[in-house]
């Protein structure tokens, strides 16, 4: 007779086509953010293949959020698979939302081909494989006859590439993802099948406005030009802001390395007349730019207002009848999963056992949802493991290895085991 583990192993190979075939059926529904097309749809797929696993499946539509409309309705799906406890719980989550396809696809990119070894189409790395893994790896330990000691539980749920409000957040608001009855949760985003990745760095959205004074455009000295006003304002980020950044380095693993310092990057700019608009001679008195930088653990979050507050400050004493106007727009503070994490020992000891090695301990550059996890539900045993090749997220012709979707699921399965298992 086998070990049990080796049973789990030998039964995700088995199921290996099950996971690539729903896999291609999440992909083919697309649930595209913005605007939040077919979270319903979706939900309710992954909701009837937990239940076919013997999972009680929960529905959670974000009441009380905006977003949440008639026309695009967020819709979470929770399957709850107890074993002779509540505890310990590991919960598996993933978005459901993928970002629009974009041009330059060689593929159908809500087609769902599989071929040469990998699922193809929107979704498939970031995160839809991801979620297959999560369901595929409790399904291995229910088929090995094995009944855990606790509990696993798995979702699917919406808007993380907007934030996740009317998801996980909206689900730890709920207390329905709390510390209360949640012990471990693992994200399966795509950051490397042999990689475990342990938070991110902090976002500062904010729009900039700079305003000025409209005046004919024969006579721009009469005037006060609110678009040059914001090209000062850029100027000085590139030359003295930027540079500042590049010098500072971070202690969190993040990859690629770049990112482990503080950047700025400039997601917009709009000022003066529409340009595809009927022209008129006037001076731009208006113009608002939106910043997203990218911050340190070490740096904080107000040393990282202040520093912008500091420049704009500068800015106006150097340039007459220069006035602007700073807004926050999003704050994410840098999360990071404590040191000694059991969810990260039992994931490390998987990777070893499946795969022979230990890429070891990343960050993200980008935010995901652990944030909420963290901050919200007040589960700080939380990282993301999964399938997928980073930088194949959001990228035309994305795909997943079917290799690391088996790989990842044996490890998923092999972590749940030592957390929660036998
Ligand atoms: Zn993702």
Not at 250 to 274: D, K
Not at 389 to 418: F, G, M, R, W
Request: glycine share 10%; net charge negative.
């Amino acid at each position: 007779m086998p070990a049990p583990t080796d049973r789990v192993l030998s039964i995700v190979d088995e199921l290996a086509h099950e996971a690539v075939a729903f896999t291609a059926d999440l992909i083919r529904i697309p649930t595209v953010n913005p605007p939040g097309e077919l979270y319903d749809e979706c939900a309710r797929v992954i909701g009837r293949q937990l239940e076919a696993f013997d999972f009680a499946v929960e529905y959670h539509a974000a009441e009380g959020r905006a977003e949440h409309t008639a026309a695009h309705p967020r819709v979470n799906v929770i399957g709850t698979r107890p074993g002779r406890h509540a505890r310990p719980l590991v919960h598996l989550n993933g978005h459901i939302d993928v970002v629009p396809a974009g041009a330059g696809w060689t593929k159908d990119p809500f087609g769902g081909e599989v071929s040469d070894g990998k699922i193809w189409g929107r979704g498939s790395c970031d995160m839809k494989a991801g979620i297959a893994a999560a369901v595929f790896a409790a399904e291995a330990i229910r088929r090995a006859g094995i009944e855990l000691n606790g509990t696993v539980e798995i979702s699917g749920t919406v808007d993380e590439e907007s934030g996740g409000f009317a998801g996980v957040a909206w689900l730890a608001q709920q207390r329905r993802l709390s510390a209360g009855r949640t012990d471990f949760a693992i994200i399966p985003e795509p950051l490397y099948v042999d990689r475990i990745c342990i938070g991110h760095r902090g976002v500062y959205w904010f729009e900039v406005e700079t305003t000025g004074r409209i005046a004919h455009g024969s006579m721009p000295f009469h005037g006060v030009n609110a678009i040059e006003h914001m090209g000062v304002v850029l100027d000085r980020i590139e030359r003295e802001l930027v540079p500042k950044l590049r010098a500072r380095t971070t202690g969190m693993p993040v990859i690629p390395v770049e990112a482990r310092h503080a950047t700025l990057n400039v997601n917009g700019i709009s000022g003066g007349q529409p340009v595809d608009g009927i022209q008129t001679p006037c001076v731009a008195d208006r113009c608002r730019a939106v910043f997203d930088r990218r911050f340190l653990a070490e740096e904080g979050f107000d040393e990282t207002k202040a520093e912008i507050v500091a420049l704009l400050e500068q800015v106006a004493r150097d340039t007459p009848g220069f006035n602007y106007s700073i807004k926050d727009l999003m704050i994410v503070h840098p999360t990071q999963t404590p040191d000694g994490s059991p969810v990260v020992s039992a994931l490390d000891r998987a990777l070893h056992r499946v795969l022979g090695r230990s890429g070891g301990l990343v960050a993200s550059p980008g935010t995901y949802d652990q944030k909420h996890f963290a901050r919200l539900a007040g589960v700080p045993h939380c990282v993301a493991y999964g399938p997928g090749i980073l930088d194949l997220a959001h990228q035309p012709d994305e795909y997943c290895n079917i290799e690391d979707l088996v790989n990842s699921t044996k490890v998923i399965a092999l972590a749940i085991l030592e957390l929660t298992g036998p």
